[in-house]
């Protein structure tokens, strides 16, 4: 998928836009994205980084990074999309101007939003105004219990099956290998500790089955309480693969809660708890 930074990047020719920030790409984001890839023109998406709510000052945990929110719209089958740098300024832009320039510029033929897209200077347009510049607007309806903020809740709460559902695929975490503190290779149980970006939702405290590519792995989110830990951890233990991981990108798909962390009396018993945890991770079944 080609991406660009700038309208000037993308040829002018006839395109369908699927427009939003699209942040993990969900189901309803990708019935949006279906109503573009089905118009007949190039399928495009013009979408904002960093999130507009960071930008305005009400804050978001963010369920996927750009560059894995990027992948997934590639993997919808979206051709090229523009990334929209959001900020103040933007936002301040009547919205005239802003379809102008990041619409019609670019060629868009077709647009296709959700239910209550608003967008330019105090929230002023919409899709009637897109209509009125004589663009085909299709507005795509919500998907009934499908939101962002209901996903973030049962991440918080490690219901990672039932975001699972509203997601379309498993919860992911993703982050950069760093040293860590090296005792699950004492324990025969070598992890790979991610380093998260501060603005990426992770799933609550917990042990978890779930996978990198096609490794299935047990992940521990938390603060490793047997060793008194206060400092949150994601670490995931690759089922039947050793290496070099270091400084390398993971994205952890994180299928099911298995569960709590806690103390254990003595180091043997939690070897054989985590002995327990990699079994039931290679009986776990990945969500869809």
């Known amino acids: 998928?080609?991406?660009?930074?700038?309208?000037?990047?993308?040829?002018?020719?006839?395109?369908?836009?699927?427009?939003?920030?699209?942040?993990?790409?969900?189901?309803g984001h990708r019935a949006v994205l279906g109503a573009a890839l089905a118009a007949g023109r190039r399928p495009t998406v013009v979408t904002f980084d960093p999130h507009p709510r960071t930008v305005l000052?009400?804050?978001?945990?963010?369920?996927?990074?750009?560059?894995?929110?990027?992948?997934?719209?590639?993997?919808?089958?979206?051709?090229?999309?523009?990334?929209?740098?959001?900020?103040?300024?933007l936002a301040s832009?009547?919205?005239?101007?802003?379809?102008?320039?990041?619409?019609?510029s670019i060629g868009a033929e077709v647009v296709a939003a959700g239910v209550?897209?608003?967008?330019?200077r105090d929230r002023g347009g919409d899709l009637e105004l897109l209509r009125s510049l004589g663009l085909d607007v299709r507005q795509v309806p919500l998907v009934e219990g499908v939101s962002s903020t209901r996903i973030r809740q049962l991440v918080h709460a490690s219901d990672v099956t039932a975001a699972a559902r509203l997601l379309g695929r498993p919860v992911e975490v993703e982050g950069t290998v760093v040293d860590g503190d090296h005792r699950g290779a004492g324990l025969g149980f070598p992890t790979a500790n991610l380093d998260v970006p501060a603005h990426l939702l992770v799933p609550g405290f917990g042990i978890y089955a779930?996978?990198?590519?096609?490794?299935?792995a047990a992940i521990?989110?938390?603060?490793?309480?047997?060793?008194?830990?206060?400092?949150?951890?994601?670490?995931?233990?690759l089922l039947d693969w050793s290496?070099?991981?270091?400084?390398?990108?993971?994205?952890?798909?994180?299928?099911?809660?298995?569960?709590?962390?806690?103390?254990?009396a003595d180091e043997a018993e939690l070897v054989e708890q985590i002995a327990r945890d990699v079994e039931e991770t290679r009986a776990a079944v990945r969500p869809s």
């Open 116 to 120: 209550g897209f608003r967008f330019g």
């Open 210 to 216: 779930g996978a990198v590519g096609d490794r299935r």
């Open 57 to 89: 000052g009400r804050g978001v945990e963010l369920l996927a990074t750009l560059e894995r929110r990027l992948e997934l719209l590639a993997d919808a089958g979206i051709e090229e999309t523009l990334v929209v740098e959001f900020t103040r300024e």
């Open 243 to 264: 290496g070099d991981l270091y400084g390398r990108r993971l994205v952890v798909e994180v299928w099911r809660h298995l569960r709590d962390e806690r103390a254990f």
């Open 220 to 237: 521990s989110i938390g603060v490793n309480p047997h060793y008194g830990g206060t400092e949150r951890r994601v670490e995931a233990f």
């Open 1 to 27: 998928m080609n991406v660009a930074r700038s309208p000037a990047e993308l040829e002018r020719v006839p395109r369908a836009v699927a427009i939003g920030t699209f942040d993990g790409v969900h189901v």
């Open 93 to 104: 832009l009547a919205p005239e101007q802003f379809a102008r320039e990041y619409l019609v």
